[in-house]
């Protein structure tokens, strides 16, 4: 585990993840979904409250997640192992277009289902952002980080970053999609699923070798 002060490469390489798990781009034509019909006023509302709700979850779980797999007698390499097949899996979706679809199902049902509920808080805030990937991820990087309060703020300011570059995304949604397209979108989501599957087998590697340490 890494001590002392976290390097620049460490925070790049937390924010990556976030990033790639929460892909605030691909968040963009389902949000233009879910807030269909609604005046500009309220868009903006449910873009600025979204995030933020998103992110006290993430927080949530950063200083209360490890608790809760004490409680339940879960190891971290357990978790590393499971965790890197879950994110692997979210790779896969990615890669061939299903994690949109299946999220803008989500959106869907909440427009039809959930009308009088909060859109910020579902589906935008959880699952769509603050999802089992964010969450999955955030424990891991708080494993590894998280020993100094310096890590801490780390792996919780590259949450922050991600988490804002959604707001932001959000907030000038519209024209993000006329500039860029659905096609562009896509792609990069799919650019994206390639990385998170490369970083979720390198955490299954670390959770296998934490079992069984090489000689």
Do not use: C
């Not at 976030?18 to 807030?35: N, Q």
């Not at 933020?52 to 809760?68: C, D, M, Q």
């Not at 899996?89 to 427009?111: P, S």
């Amino acid at each position: 585990m890494p001590s002392g002060v976290p390097s620049v490469e460490d925070f790049i390489s937390a924010l990556v993840v976030f990033l790639v798990v929460v892909d605030p781009i691909g968040l963009v034509p389902i949000y233009l979904g879910l807030t269909r019909g609604f005046d500009s006023r309220r868009k903006r509302t449910i873009a600025l409250r979204g995030p933020l709700i998103s992110f006290a979850i993430i927080v949530f779980f950063a200083y209360l997640g490890e608790l809760v797999l004490s409680a339940l007698s879960i190891g971290m390499p357990a978790f590393r192992i499971a965790g890197g097949a879950l994110l692997f899996w979210i790779a896969f979706e990615m890669l061939f277009q299903r994690r949109a679809e299946r999220k803008e199902r989500t959106a869907d049902d909440a427009r039809t289902e959930e009308e009088a509920h909060d859109l910020a808080v579902f589906p935008l805030a959880i699952p769509l952002i603050a999802g089992p990937g964010a969450i999955t991820s955030t424990l891991l990087l708080m494993d590894r980080y998280g020993a100094t309060l310096g890590g801490q703020g780390m792996v919780l300011g590259a949450a922050a970053v991600a988490v804002g570059s959604v707001m932001a995304l959000l907030v000038v949604a519209d024209l993000v999609n006329k500039l860029l397209g659905r096609t562009v979108i896509h792609t990069v989501s799919r650019v994206l699923g390639i990385v998170l599957a490369a970083l979720a087998a390198q955490t299954i590697i670390e959770g296998i070798t934490a079992v069984y340490p090489p000689h």
